[in-house]
Nanobody, 115 residues
Framework: QVQLVESGGGLVQPGGSLTLSCTAS????????MHWYRQGPEKQRELIAN???????NYADSVKGRFTLSRHDVNNTMYLQMNSLKPEDTAVYYC?????????WGQGTQVTVSS
């Protein structure tokens, strides 16, 4: 079964850090362009970062300089290191790719930034 599973979310104070993971089964992450999206309360889902098969990464302006996306091919997992977190980073975070011409989504992991 092809699936993506996110983990690592939680409650963190402003200025804190979290690392999210997205582990794939049934596909090899390194062969696909992988994305992180997030959806905050009453907001549209937002693309925040992606990593291409060659390892190149892109970031939305809202997270650039604070978030770092990486991939561990042996573990078939990608990681989103989030630093200097702000209350506006509060959202459900999803990993995504296009597999067999369809969007493949994980179940999401909640990140709450609050004091």
């Amino acid at each position: 079964q092809v699936q993506l599973v996110e983990s690592g979310g939680g409650l963190v104070q402003p200025g804190g850090s979290l690392t999210l993971s997205c582990t794939a089964s049934g596909i090899q992450l390194s062969l696909y362009t992988m994305h992180w999206y997030r959806q905050g309360p009453e907001k549209q889902r937002e693309l925040i970062a992606n990593i291409f098969s060659d390892g190149h990464t892109n970031y939305a302006d809202s997270v650039k300089g604070r978030f770092t996306l990486s991939r561990h091919d042996v573990n078939n997992t990608m990681y989103l290191q989030m630093n200097s977190l702000k209350p506006e980073d509060t959202a459900v975070y999803y990993c995504n790719t296009v597999y067999s011409a369809r969007d493949l989504w994980g179940q999401g992991t909640q990140v709450t930034v609050s004091s």
